[in-house]
C-alpha cells in the first residue's frame, strides 16, 4: 500500500492524484467514517485553507465527502495552519483539517488533519485512510467538485474572528505595540488579513507587503523564504523590526532595525533568555534539530541553558517537547513551538513573543540577539550508489574522525542520508570558513570513492 501522509499531511500538485477530487472527496469519507468509529457518533470537522487558487474546490470537495459520510463541517475560510489547530480544540470541533502546501508553490497543496488537542492525526487513522484511498471504486480525475453545503461568510467570519481574539486578548494579554514600528510581509498567503489586523489592533505602526494573494502569487518571491524585500523595505521605512510569515504562517522570520535577518535559532536564543529571565523556561532546556547551529548550543551553554536536538521536522519538535515537559522548541526554518500556548508551530504567536521581549526589556531586536555568534556553516551532497552505513566503511569511519577531531569543541560534523534521494548529506560548522570547506570535500571525495 503506498504511503501518502508524510510528516505534513498529503501534498503533491492540486488536481493530480492523491489530490484530484475524487480522491480528496474519498479523504473525506474515509476520515468520517474512522471517527464515526472511534466517537460512537458523527463527528464535527473545521476546516481552513491557504489562499491557493485549488483550495477552494478542494475544500467543496472534502465537505461533499464529509457530508457524505454523515459528519459535518465548519468552515474558516482563508485562514492559517495554526489557527485551525486553535479551532478545533475551541470550537469544539473532532478534527481540523488544513488545506495548505506551506511555503510551496501554489501549483501544489495539501491535506493536514489536527486531532483537537491541536497534535497531528495518528499514524493508526492515517494508514486506515490509505486503504480506503487504496480499495476506492472511483476512478481519480481532475474535475472540480463543489459541496452542495457551502459555508456561510457569517460563519468564516466568527471562525477567524475568534482566532484573532485569541491571539489579541490571551496570548497578546497586556501587549502595548505603542510607538513600535514593523514591516509585515505576509507571502501573499492566509495570513494576509489576519496579520495586519491583529498588529493594529495591539498598537503598531505597520507597513504591509506581499497581502495581495491572486490565487497564484502565494509565496512568490515573498515572506519567509525570500527575505530580500523585506530587509529593503525595513531599511527604507526605518522601521523597528520586519516580520516574514510562510503561506500558512505557521513560521516567521525576522529582520531587525539594521536590515540583518533573524533566523529561526536566533528567535530560540531571543526567546530562551527572555523566558530563563522569568522563569518560565522549564527544565533550562532547549528543543532544536540536528540543522541548528552549533553556535546556538554554545551560547545556550553559556547560561547553563541546555540544547537538545531531534531530527528534522516540527513533528520530531513537538514529541520531545511533550515527552520531557520543556516550554520552547522549534527549527532553524522559524517554526517555533510553545506547547503551553499551541502545540502547532505558529508564526505570529512567535512574533507576539518575540515583540513582548523587545517591548518588556526596553531593548531593540539587535541588542536581544548579542551574545549569539552564527558559526558558518558548508552543505554538500554527495550522490551515491547506495546507502550503506558510514561505520562500516573503514576508510569512511577514520575520515569522520579526523574530521570531529579537527573541529574539536569549536564545530560539528552531521552526515546523513537524505530520506528521499540517492544522497549523502555532509554538514560542517566550524569557526573559519577556510576551514570547514576544506573538510568538507576532503570527506566527500572519500565518500564518493566507496559509494559512489
Request: proline share 3%.
Amino acid at each position: 500500500m503506498t504511503r501518502l501522509f508524510g510528516t505534513d499531511g498529503i501534498r503533491g500538485e492540486a488536481g493530480k492524484f492523491p489530490l484530484d477530487a475524487a480522491t480528496v472527496e474519498t479523504i473525506g469519507v474515509s476520515l468520517v467514517t474512522h471517527l464515526t468509529e472511534q466517537l460512537g457518533r458523527p463527528p464535527v470537522i473545521v476546516i481552513g485553507r491557504d489562499t491557493r487558487e485549488s483550495g477552494e474546490w478542494i475544500e467543496g470537495a472534502l465537505r461533499t465527502g464529509i457530508t457524505k459520510a454523515g459528519g459535518s463541517s465548519r468552515s474558516a475560510g482563508v485562514i492559517t495552519t495554526p489557527g485551525v489547530a486553535y479551532l478545533a480544540r475551541t470550537v469544539p470541533a473532532d478534527a481540523g483539517i488544513v488545506i495548505s502546501a506551506s511555503h510551496n508553490p501554489y501549483r501544489d497543496n495539501g491535506i493536514k488533519v489536527f486531532s483537537p488537542s491541536g497534535r497531528k492525526l495518528d499514524e493508526a487513522t492515517e494508514r486506515r485512510i490509505e486503504a480506503d484511498i487504496a480499495s476506492a471504486n472511483g476512478e481519480p480525475g481532475s474535475r472540480h467538485l463543489r459541496s452542495t453545503n457551502q459555508p456561510s461568510q457569517e460563519e468564516v467570519t466568527v471562525l477567524k474572528d475568534r482566532y484573532l481574539q485569541y491571539l489579541q486578548n490571551d496570548v497578546g494579554r497586556g501587549l502595548s505595540l505603542d510607538g513600535i514600528r514593523m514591516v509585515v510581509d505576509c507571502a501573499n498567503g492566509a495570513a494576509s488579513d489576519i496579520a495586519p489586523e491583529l498588529f493594529e489592533r495591539l498598537g503598531a505602526s505597520i507597513t504591509v507587503i506581499n497581502a495581495e494573494p491572486d490565487g497564484r502569487n502565494i509565496n512568490l518571491n515573498s515572506g519567509s523564504l525570500h527575505t530580500e524585500k523585506l530587509q529593503d523595505e525595513v531599511l527604507q521605512q526605518e522601521t523597528d523590526i520586519g516580520v516574514a510569515v510562510d503561506g500558512d504562517a505557521d513560521r516567521s522570520l525576522f529582520v531587525d532595525a539594521s536590515g540583518k535577518l533573524v533566523n529561526g535559532d536566533v528567535a530560540l536564543w531571543v526567546l530562551a533568555n527572555y523566558m530563563q529571565a522569568r522563569k518560565l523556561l522549564a527544565n533550562n532546556v532547549v528543543v532544536a534539530t540536528v540543522m541548528s547551529n552549533i553556535g546556538l548550543e554554545i551560547a545556550l551553554k553559556s547560561k547553563s541553558i541546555a540544547l537538545v536536538r531531534t531530527d528534522v521536522g516540527d513533528k520530531f519538535v513537538l514529541d520531545e517537547l511533550l515527552r520531557s515537559g520543556s516550554s520552547l522548541g522549534g527549527e532553524q526554518s522559524g517554526h517555533i513551538i510553545f506547547p503551553q500556548l499551541s502545540l502547532a508551530g505558529d508564526g505570529l504567536i512567535t512574533t507576539l513573543c518575540v515583540m513582548r521581549a523587545m517591548v518588556d526589556d526596553h531593548k531593540s531586536l539587535a541588542e536581544l540577539t548579542m551574545g549569539l555568534q552564527i558559526f558558518p556553516q558548508i552543505l554538500v551532497n554527495v550522490h551515491v550508489k547506495e546507502k550503506h552505513p558510514f561505520a562500516e566503511i573503514q576508510e569512511i569511519d577514520d575520515a569522520i574522525k579526523g574530521v570531529e577531531k579537527e573541529l574539536g569543541a569549536g564545530g560539528r560534523l552531521l552526515l546523513r542520508y537524505s530520506g528521499t534521494e540517492a544522497l549523502a548529506r555532509i554538514m560542517i560548522e566550524g569557526e573559519q570558513q577556510d576551514k570547514i570547506d576544506i573538510l568538507a570535500h576532503q570527506l566527500a571525495d572519500v565518500i564518493k570513492k566507496h559509494l559512489a
